[in-house]
């Protein structure tokens, strides 16, 4: 019998090749790029699949860098390998391309077409490259970065972090230290978490990261194993570490902190259960309502959510006070999706200081059945007080901690799913959620809204600058200058961040 001369996978295999030969088999819809996929570091199979891919979604790739190409998309390069590979290739000013990181095509095919390409697909800064036109690139060009400030507060930290997969391992070594009682060592992974992720690329090598502050020889040791291994052995020791797992799991309760971990750790508990089975412990009102909402407060506040609560809180305070601004502060203002709670600030221009408000909001949301715990704090400033030297002090506002129900048909039904309705009577409908309000007189405004809404790195590094550079003094309330020996005034952020000599930082670009 003869054999046909060519088989159905013969013509599948023909029809693979001719796609890749000739790109013009497929119809270009996106004719505002032309891309270039580098060979370097990923080989020519996948090369060859990723051309044939974009192709067929309606992309133009070409094989060779011709002088048509507008955007080069490299994997597992740093900027500085696809800069000192195109210094090889005499094409001129490569500063025309876009360099962009594999994941931006990968985004591109899962939605069919092309998508913005911002920070985390960005191997270089168009204008960093284009202001430092380099003739001839020296062998391993320096990453084309501005020089990264020591000071968070200099520094532009949106919420688009390329280098998550090394922050991720340094916040567990950091808690771990915290746990420990090991201030220094936690502060200096909280720094090095707050610059990683500032960089506008992907460390993925350890040249990318020459000249970045903060990162000692311990933090850079692990970024390292991190670059060749995809993971770091003392994050996954960490991971396993019996202390570390009982006090992320003690901590996770609202009103306990590391001394009670450390008092039920001592005790022999492990577990939460365990905890709870105990009825002899005394718990504080704190920790009680910390039990009794935990499922829902570990459950991180949706936007939706901390909108709706938005909308509780105005209506209540300015029932009281109409002219009354309230302002949501805290990781939600810097533009944070989720959160662990809702951050408040409350200021009557009109009053100046009602100590009432807090306490008759209060009553309110008890007469409503609202409130499912509260811990009113009064005010304790005192006028003629100089600000803070300490970095982490607590500010003298007075403020409330509480714990609000709120209903779930009070969220934008469109945007977030409630669990569905049970046809049980007893279903619960509402959530409990983790909120701060805090009350200042108008005159202070602007220092405490610069100082809630964080983030806390960010806080710190204010002051920080403000002692160190400026010889002044900052906390919430106020700014002191110590040569002038004067309180300076301020009506906005703005006005601080001028008195401070530093370029503005808008609230989203301050999540060092
Ligand atoms: N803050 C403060 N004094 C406190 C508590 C908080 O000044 N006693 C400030 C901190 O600068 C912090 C901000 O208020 O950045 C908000 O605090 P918090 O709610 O703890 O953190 P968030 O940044 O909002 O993060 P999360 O989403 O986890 O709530
Ligand atoms: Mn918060
Ligand atoms: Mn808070």
């Not at 819809?29 to 051309?51: D, Q, S, Y």
């Not at 025309?96 to 939605?111: A, P, Y």
């Not at 960490?238 to 750790?265: H, Q």
């Amino acid at each position: 019998m003869d054999k046909p001369s060519t088989t159905i996978s013969d013509l599948k295999k023909k029809r693979r090749m001719n796609a890749l030969i000739s790109p013009t088999l497929h119809e270009i819809k996106f004719n505002e790029f032309v891309l270039f996929i580098l060979e370097k570091k990923m080989g020519t199979t996948r090369r060859a699949f990723l051309m044939e891919l974009a192709r067929r979604k309606g992309f133009r790739v070409e094989s060779e860098l011709s002088d048509s190409v507008t955007h080069i998309v490299a994997e597992n390069n740093s900027c500085s390998d696809v800069l000192e590979w195109l210094a090889g290739q005499n094409v001129g000013d490569s500063s025309r391309f876009e360099l962009l990181d594999i994941s931006w095509l990968t985004e591109c095919m899962k939605v069919g077409k092309p998508v913005e390409a911002i920070g985390k697909h960005q191997l270089v800064i168009r204008g960093s490259l284009t202001s430092n036109p380099s003739p001839k690139p020296a062998k391993t060009p320096p990453l084309a970065t501005k020089e990264v400030s020591q000071y968070a507060c200099k520094r532009r930290t949106t919420l688009n972090n390329c280098n998550q997969k090394f922050t991720d391992a340094f916040e567990i070594l950091a808690k771990n230290f915290e746990f420990r009682e090991n201030e220094g060592i936690c502060l200096a992974f909280m720094r090095a978490i707050s610059v990683l992720k500032c960089l506008p690329f992907t460390i993925v090598r350890m040249r990318d990261i020459e000249g970045v502050p903060w990162l000692g020889e311990q933090v850079k040791s692990i970024i390292e194993e991190i670059i060749e291994d995809g993971e770091s052995s003392r994050v996954k020791a960490v991971l396993n570490d019996e202390r570390y797992k009982s006090f992320l799991l003690f901590t996770s309760i609202f009103g306990v902190g590391l001394k009670t971990s450390e008092k039920w750790y001592r005790q022999g508990f492990r577990t939460l259960d365990e905890v709870k089975a105990d009825k002899s412990l005394k718990l504080t009102k704190m920790q009680k309502a910390g039990f009794l909402y935990h499922e829902d407060l570990v459950s991180c506040v949706a936007k939706e959510e901390a909108d709706a609560v938005y909308l509780i809180v105005k209506e209540a305070v300015r029932a009281f006070l109409p002219e009354a601004l309230v302002t949501l502060t805290g990781g939600f203002r810097r533009g944070k999706k989720i959160g662990h709670d809702v951050d408040f600030l409350i200021s009557d221009p009109e009053s100046g200081e009602d100590e009432q408000l807090l306490p008759n909001v209060i009553k309110l949301w008890e007469k409503q059945e609202l409130l499912l715990y509260y811990d009113l704090v009064e005010s304790t400033f005192e006028k003629t007080k100089l600000p803070s030297r300490k970095v982490d002090a607590m500010d003298h506002f007075q403020k409330c901690f509480l714990i609000l129900k709120l209903h779930h048909q009070k969220v934008d039904s469109n945007r977030s799913k409630p669990p569905p309705e049970s046809k049980t009577h007893e279903a619960k409908n509402w959530k409990a959620i983790r909120v701060d309000l805090v009350m200042c007189p108008i005159q202070q405004y602007a220092y405490a809204l610069l100082g809630w809404t964080g983030s806390r790195q960010f806080e710190r590094d204010l002051r920080r600058y403000a002692t160190h550079e400026k010889k002044m003094m900052l906390d919430n309330h106020a700014l002191y200058d110590k040569t002038k020996k004067i309180f300076l005034k301020a009506e906005s952020e703005e006005d601080i961040f001028t008195h401070l000599g530093l370029d503005y930082i808008e609230p989203w670009e301050r999540n060092a």
